[in-house]
Protein backbone atom coordinates (compact mmCIF):
# COMPACT_ATOMS: atom_id res chain seq x y z
CA UNK A 1 0.00 0.00 0.00
CA UNK A 2 1.00 3.51 -1.06
CA UNK A 3 0.69 4.92 2.48
CA UNK A 4 1.91 2.41 4.79
CA UNK A 5 4.57 4.33 6.27
CA UNK A 6 2.41 7.12 6.57
CA UNK A 7 -0.30 4.69 8.71
CA UNK A 8 2.70 3.34 10.72
CA UNK A 9 3.39 6.86 11.82
CA UNK A 10 -0.23 7.29 12.85
CA UNK A 11 0.00 4.46 14.77
CA UNK A 12 2.49 5.06 16.57
CA UNK A 13 1.69 8.60 17.41
CA UNK A 14 -1.73 7.37 18.53
CA UNK A 15 -0.11 5.93 21.94
CA UNK A 16 0.82 9.48 22.85
CA UNK A 17 -3.17 10.48 22.50
CA UNK A 18 -4.67 12.63 26.16
CA UNK A 19 -8.37 10.56 25.64
CA UNK A 20 -8.79 10.13 29.42
CA UNK A 21 -12.79 10.69 29.08
CA UNK A 22 -13.60 9.10 25.77
CA UNK A 23 -10.38 6.29 26.35
CA UNK A 24 -10.84 6.57 21.77
CA UNK A 25 -7.46 7.45 21.04
CA UNK A 26 -6.44 7.98 17.69
CA UNK A 27 -3.54 9.41 15.83
CA UNK A 28 -3.14 11.07 12.38
CA UNK A 29 -0.13 11.51 9.98
CA UNK A 30 -0.12 13.94 7.30
CA UNK A 31 2.34 13.65 3.91
CA UNK A 32 2.93 17.41 2.25
CA UNK A 33 4.19 16.95 -1.30
CA UNK A 34 7.88 16.56 -0.50
CA UNK A 35 7.23 13.29 1.94
CA UNK A 36 7.89 14.95 4.99
CA UNK A 37 5.31 13.79 7.52
CA UNK A 38 3.47 15.93 10.73
CA UNK A 39 2.29 13.82 13.33
CA UNK A 40 -0.84 14.44 15.82
CA UNK A 41 -3.03 12.98 18.62
CA UNK A 42 -6.09 14.04 19.85
CA UNK A 43 -6.37 16.34 23.22
CA UNK A 44 -9.20 15.56 24.91
CA UNK A 45 -10.13 18.47 27.52
CA UNK A 46 -12.75 18.05 31.22
CA UNK A 47 -14.71 20.75 29.07
CA UNK A 48 -15.45 17.96 26.29
CA UNK A 49 -16.62 19.97 23.58
CA UNK A 50 -12.82 21.81 23.55
CA UNK A 51 -11.41 18.38 22.70
CA UNK A 52 -8.88 18.53 19.37
CA UNK A 53 -9.46 15.76 17.09
CA UNK A 54 -5.70 13.87 15.88
CA UNK A 55 -6.37 15.22 12.61
CA UNK A 56 -6.70 18.99 13.61
CA UNK A 57 -3.45 18.19 16.15
CA UNK A 58 -1.54 17.36 12.87
CA UNK A 59 -2.56 20.42 10.61
CA UNK A 60 -1.61 22.97 13.77
CA UNK A 61 1.96 21.09 13.51
CA UNK A 62 2.53 21.15 10.28
CA UNK A 63 1.44 24.64 9.76
CA UNK A 64 3.52 25.49 13.02
CA UNK A 65 6.53 24.53 11.01
CA UNK A 66 5.26 26.47 8.20
CA UNK A 67 3.87 23.23 5.84
CA UNK A 68 0.53 23.76 3.76
CA UNK A 69 1.30 21.62 1.10
CA UNK A 70 -0.59 18.51 2.32
CA UNK A 71 -1.12 15.81 -0.29
CA UNK A 72 -2.76 12.82 2.35
CA UNK A 73 -3.75 12.02 5.84
CA UNK A 74 -3.26 8.68 7.69
CA UNK A 75 -5.91 8.40 10.81
CA UNK A 76 -5.74 5.00 13.01
CA UNK A 77 -7.64 4.12 15.71
CA UNK A 78 -9.05 1.22 17.56
CA UNK A 79 -12.49 1.47 15.82
CA UNK A 80 -14.98 -1.55 14.30
CA UNK A 81 -14.44 -0.01 10.90
CA UNK A 82 -11.42 2.55 9.53
CA UNK A 83 -12.29 6.00 11.37
CA UNK A 84 -13.56 8.96 9.78
CA UNK A 85 -12.71 12.13 10.14
CA UNK A 86 -15.28 14.45 11.81
CA UNK A 87 -17.19 17.23 9.92
CA UNK A 88 -14.85 19.71 12.08
CA UNK A 89 -11.76 18.78 10.57
CA UNK A 90 -13.57 17.58 7.12
CA UNK A 91 -13.76 21.68 6.68
CA UNK A 92 -10.03 22.26 7.93
CA UNK A 93 -8.45 19.95 6.22
CA UNK A 94 -10.50 21.19 3.19
CA UNK A 95 -8.72 24.69 3.75
CA UNK A 96 -5.78 23.32 2.61
CA UNK A 97 -6.31 20.91 0.04
CA UNK A 98 -9.56 19.91 -0.85
CA UNK A 99 -8.48 17.06 -2.84
CA UNK A 100 -6.53 15.58 0.09
CA UNK A 101 -6.49 11.64 0.27
CA UNK A 102 -7.72 9.83 3.50
CA UNK A 103 -6.20 6.82 4.79
CA UNK A 104 -8.38 5.14 7.49
CA UNK A 105 -7.29 2.38 9.22
CA UNK A 106 -7.97 0.42 12.45
CA UNK A 107 -5.50 -1.03 14.99
CA UNK A 108 -5.89 -4.25 13.64
CA UNK A 109 -4.80 -3.25 10.19
CA UNK A 110 -8.16 -2.85 8.22
CA UNK A 111 -7.38 0.17 5.60
CA UNK A 112 -9.65 2.42 3.39
CA UNK A 113 -8.99 5.49 1.64
CA UNK A 114 -11.29 7.91 0.57
CA UNK A 115 -10.97 11.69 -1.31
CA UNK A 116 -12.02 14.90 0.82
CA UNK A 117 -13.96 15.73 -1.95
CA UNK A 118 -15.79 12.95 -1.75
CA UNK A 119 -16.21 12.87 2.15
CA UNK A 120 -16.81 16.70 2.29
CA UNK A 121 -18.36 17.98 -1.69
CA UNK A 122 -19.22 21.52 -0.89
CA UNK A 123 -16.43 23.41 1.39
CA UNK A 124 -16.94 26.59 0.02
CA UNK A 125 -19.06 28.60 2.37
CA UNK A 126 -20.74 31.35 0.63
CA UNK A 127 -20.01 35.14 0.87
CA UNK A 128 -16.58 33.84 2.15
CA UNK A 129 -15.96 32.26 -1.51
CA UNK A 130 -12.54 33.20 -2.96
CA UNK A 131 -11.20 34.28 0.28
CA UNK A 132 -9.11 31.25 1.24
CA UNK A 133 -5.51 32.39 1.32
CA UNK A 134 -3.67 29.22 1.15
N1 LIG B 1 -11.47 11.66 17.30
C1 LIG B 1 -10.39 12.03 16.56
O1 LIG B 1 -9.39 12.52 17.09
N2 LIG B 1 -10.45 11.86 15.22
C2 LIG B 1 -11.46 11.19 14.57
O2 LIG B 1 -11.41 11.05 13.35
C3 LIG B 1 -12.58 10.64 15.34
C4 LIG B 1 -12.70 11.16 16.74
C5 LIG B 1 -11.38 11.78 18.78
C6 LIG B 1 -12.16 12.89 19.41
C7 LIG B 1 -12.36 12.35 20.82
O3 LIG B 1 -11.22 12.64 21.60
C8 LIG B 1 -12.44 10.85 20.64
O4 LIG B 1 -11.86 10.57 19.37
C9 LIG B 1 -13.85 10.29 20.69
O5 LIG B 1 -14.67 10.90 19.75
Not at 20 to 41: H, N
Not at 67 to 82: E, L, T, Y
Not at 84 to 102: I, K, S, Y
Request: charged share 20%; proline share 5%.
Amino acid sequence: MQYSKLVEVAREVRAKAYAPYSEFAVGAALQTKSCDVYAGCNVENLSFGLTLCAERSAIASAIANGVRDFVAIAIVADSKQPPLPCGACRQVMAEFNPNLTVVSATVSGEVQEFLLADLLPHPDQGVLEGRRHV
